[in-house]
């Protein structure tokens, strides 16, 4: 039997491990975990066992396993398992409850199979971010982003969102504009605002329509576009801006303009020489 591939990478960061298996068509026997787990099923079906109910797991539907949850199942369609999954200890769900409710109080996730567009969204994003090795500031915005969304809908508990004037907002974009260049973390604006992450997060993304982190590249871009105007090499503008390295600067540059640096400088370069 064909057994696929399988990539399992912790996040020292993030205190919790990300997998995926791809090409998978084995069955696993009812077993339980001491942790989380959140997985995505991005192909493939299965006849899903959990904590006593027979449920389907269908290709784009989301499983919320707690801790002790047992759970077993088995390929029912010709497709092979492609899923990927978070374990999240319940110590690193605790700190999240913390934040997210101001209760350290583990909730318990229900249902068990979940079809939920936004919520695969996210966990497919955070999940590609521990794989592609991202900045912690990226990294840790996701998980708040994924964990509100599940605590929200699917926790014990409602998780409501809490008051923050525009003032705090306007002070962590004025915290960003200054320290752009430096290696900011999602507590540093935090600790310049007044607000807890998941405040910060929540009423930013509601003032600004961007979140902290996209609001962050988008003044780190911007301010390389002027280094680059000026003749500046994207070595240094991506040294200047606060990128972590060359790659992760020309690809967010490229991303957010259209062009790699190098021919963003060459126009403005080709320009100057017009002129001369």
């Known amino acids: 039997m064909k057994q696929g591939s399988r990539t399992i990478r912790y996040d020292e960061q993030l205190h919790l491990e990300a997998y995926s298996f791809e090409g998978v068509a084995q069955s696993f026997p009812q077993h339980f975990h001491a942790y989380y787990v959140w997985g995505y099923a991005a192909q493939g079906e299965r006849l899903l066992t959990c904590c006593g109910k027979q449920l389907t797991l269908a290709a784009g539907e989301t499983v919320l396993f707690n801790p002790g949850d047992d759970h077993g199942c088995v390929q029912s369609s010709e497709a092979a398992l492609h899923y990927l999954a978070l374990n999240v200890p319940p110590e690193t769900m605790a700190r999240l409850a913390q934040e997210l409710t101001g209760s350290e109080q583990l909730p318990r996730f229900a249902p068990a199979v979940v079809s939920d567009r936004e919520a695969a969204y996210y966990l497919r994003s955070l999940h590609a971010l521990i794989m592609n090795g991202a900045q912690a500031f990226a990294k840790e915005e996701a998980l708040l982003l994924l964990a509100s969304l599940l605590l929200e809908r699917y926790g014990a508990a409602s998780c409501p969102a809490a008051a923050a004037s525009d ?22 604006i935090c600790r310049a605002a007044g607000l807890s992450k998941s405040s910060l997060l929540r009423s930013f993304t509601r003032a600004k329509g961007v979140t902290p982190y996209r609001y962050l590249q988008t003044v780190r871009v911007s301010r390389a576009q002027k280094l680059l105007e000026s003749g500046e090499t994207p070595a240094t503008a991506a040294l200047l801006t606060g990128f972590a390295d060359q790659s992760h600067f020309t690809n ?12 963003y400088r060459e126009m403005f370069l080709k320009a100057g020489r017009e002129y001369e």
């Open 252 to 263: 967010t540059f490229t991303n957010f303009i259209g062009l790699t640096p190098g021919s």
């Open 167 to 188: 003032t705090a907002v306007e002070k962590a974009c004025a915290y960003m504009q200054e320290q752009f260049a430096q290696r900011l973390t999602l507590e540093n």
